[in-house]
């Protein structure tokens, strides 16, 4: 198969490109600047560059792909992560006017079917309890401020203009919504390096809340899946089996790299240094049942809990240890 990937070079783009690749698809990828093509070259892709948001330079790439199937995976998350309102800003603007473009492209260029990456955040911010939510749940329409509200907004979009084309005939699309990624290259990294200078906190009263996550091998797989064998018109929860705090996990990561326990921080403080992670992980809990996906994807994690994950990506740290 042909496969184009619009954000390619991202978290969860890198992954589905070396998947794909093993499993013998032509892939072609999309990257916004040169500057970010070799890693993508040297997994054997074939590497256009063009920006998302012109609709003219994404058809071009698109229409001279000629893909069978295309991954919609573009997001522009700052490395460390949305920090500000206007660190979203970028992302929206691809889950919206990106979105539109790509849909265009593709089924221009003839292609069968989307994947289109979501966010669980989609059923809402705040206290949902720990029932775990189906695809049948109603999304979110109202978010407790106005800067997530465009964030929730741009992922309603996002869904919508791709499930408004399948009901036309247009394409196949199926919509995935995943939980927080971590795992290689998917911020982990860049959290152990801040465990071990005592750089990232963790606020003790924020357990109670609990999150859904995914391993990024984990999240890949699905998108493979997804393509393969996915219902058109579709949405599915890809999340493991274990909802989490954010302090909970990180107090597990920090244990199994042997790096110091994270020092506490008031949530009222964390809340003014990082409100968009405050917001989505230490005031949100939301579970998600991902029952749908192992039944008609045939997708099971790897990693079924963050435990599983963690110590994963320790042992790929420090093979010698046998952590």
């Known amino acids: 198969m042909r496969v184009f990937i619009a954000g390619a070079t991202g978290a969860l783009g890198v992954p589905v490109v070396r998947r794909l690749r093993a499993e013998g698809h032509t892939v072609i990828g999309l990257a916004r600047t040169h500057r970010r093509t070799q890693p993508l070259a040297s997994l054997g892709a074939q590497v256009v560059v063009a920006d998302a948001l012109d609709a003219d ?22 490395p460390h992560g949305p920090r500000r309102p206007a660190d979203l800003n970028a992302t929206n603007a691809l889950r919206v006017t990106g979105t539109k473009n790509l849909l265009a492209a593709a089924i221009a260029a003839g292609a069968r079917r989307v994947v289109a990456e979501s966010m669980v955040l989609i059923y809402g911010f705040g206290e949902h309890g720990y029932t775990a939510l189906t695809e049948d749940t109603p999304v979110a329409r109202q978010a407790p401020s106005a800067w997530l509200q465009a964030s929730l907004d741009a992922l309603i979009a996002e869904e919508a203009l791709i499930l408004a084309s399948t ?48 391993h990024i091998s984990d999240a890949a797989v699905a998108v493979t899946a997804a393509l393969a064998q996915g219902r058109s018109g579709q949405m599915y929860n890809i999340a493991d089996d274990e909802a989490v705090s954010a302090s909970d996990l990180i107090s597990h990561l920090a244990g199994v790299v042997g790096a110091p326990q994270p020092w506490s921080m008031p949530a009222w403080l964390l809340r003014l240094a990082a409100p968009f992670a405050a917001a989505a992980w230490l005031d949100t809990t939301l579970c998600v049942s991902n029952a749908k996906a192992k039944q008609e994807l045939g997708w099971t994690p790897q990693f079924p809990t963050f435990r599983e994950g963690m110590a994963d990506m320790a042992r790929s740290l420090h093979p010698d240890k046998g952590i």
């Open 167 to 214: 009901r036309a005939g247009r394409i196949e699309g199926i919509v995935l919504r995943f939980g927080g990624f971590y795992g290689p290259g998917a911020g982990t990294e860049t959290m152990i390096q801040m465990l071990r200078r005592r750089r990232l906190p963790i606020t003790p009263g924020a357990r109670r809340h609990a999150i859904p996550w995914i």
């Open 57 to 78: 330079a994404l058809g071009d790439a698109v229409r001279q792909a000629r893909p069978e199937l295309v991954v919609h995976a573009l997001t522009a998350i700052p």
